[in-house]
């Protein structure tokens, strides 16, 4: 016998099941840390429901406005890199925005390129505070929800362009997984990457790859005008959302 619930209730529940749904990806996940100044994946046309791909620099970090055409400076012969403005760095005490390389079990590229995540740090020294990062990238060594953020000096893991760009070791700067183990090491950095190194150690307070919890969010404004990028709506209303100008915090 086939039961069907009544009018009424089916009228109660719909709502409650369009809030489940656009809550986007959610759940428990891991960190890493990378800057390796190739061309990130979701710099490529047609990676997401997003008209426009996440901006890419020259070697000398000047905005390419090439609708993701330029061949990665990890490709031989190619002359796109990251830009030095998509670094991390505080809002306040208590929150970050960045970039990271994105794995979200579950699901594919298309879904997560340009997407903004809100981590809770669960543990390690920064437990307790959150960062919203865009995905602007995607690592083919990545395990599921998992959070590759890009700080500058946080390693080149398998691919190195800053060699090129910037005249870093062949393993870039520190070790090549892992990256630079101390503040004075930004001291040599390249000036636009500084601020970024130095993110690691103050606001991040040097914690070594902490577990969070995550929800997809819509992006604040202040990243998206940096990247450029935004998605369609999908699983949620993709409407940037704040200023578009969001000052660093200092103590």
């Not at 830009?83 to 298309?110: D, F, H, K």
């Not at 307070?205 to 969010?217: E, R």
């Amino acid at each position: 016998m086939r039961l069907s619930a009544p009018l009424p209730l089916v009228a109660a529940v719909l709502p409650f099941l369009d809030a489940v749904l656009a809550q986007g990806a959610s759940g428990n996940g891991k960190t890493t840390r990378y800057w390796d100044c190739c061309k990130p994946s979701c710099a490529w046309a047609k990676k997401g429901n997003n008209a426009v791909p996440l901006l890419t620099c020259d070697k000398n970090d000047n905005p390419l406005n090439d609708n993701g055409s330029t061949k990665s400076a990890c490709d031989n012969g190619g002359g796109a890199y990251m830009c030095s403005n998509q670094s991390p760095w505080a809002v306040s005490e208590t929150l970050a925005y960045g970039w990271a390389a994105v794995n979200i079990q579950g699901q594919q590229e298309s879904s997560w390129c340009c997407a903004c995540y809100e981590l809770t740090f669960t543990g390690g020294a920064v437990q307790g505070k959150k960062m919203i990062v865009q995905a602007s990238n995607t690592g083919g060594d990545l395990g599921n929800n998992h959070f590759d953020i890009a700080i500058p000096g946080g390693g080149v893991g398998i691919f190195n362009a800053c060699s090129n760009q910037f005249g870093a070791p062949s393993n870039g700067w520190g070790e090549r997984y892992g990256g630079v183990s101390s503040r004075s090491a930004c001291d040599s950095f390249p000036a636009k990457l500084k601020a970024g190194c130095y993110w690691r150690f103050d606001w991040f307070k040097g914690a070594d790859n902490p577990p969070v919890s995550f929800k997809q969010v819509a992006c604040p404004a202040a990243i998206t005008e940096k990247s450029k990028c935004i998605r369609g709506n999908d699983a949620i209303n993709q409407t940037p959302t704040g200023d578009k100008t969001t000052p660093t915090w200092t103590p």
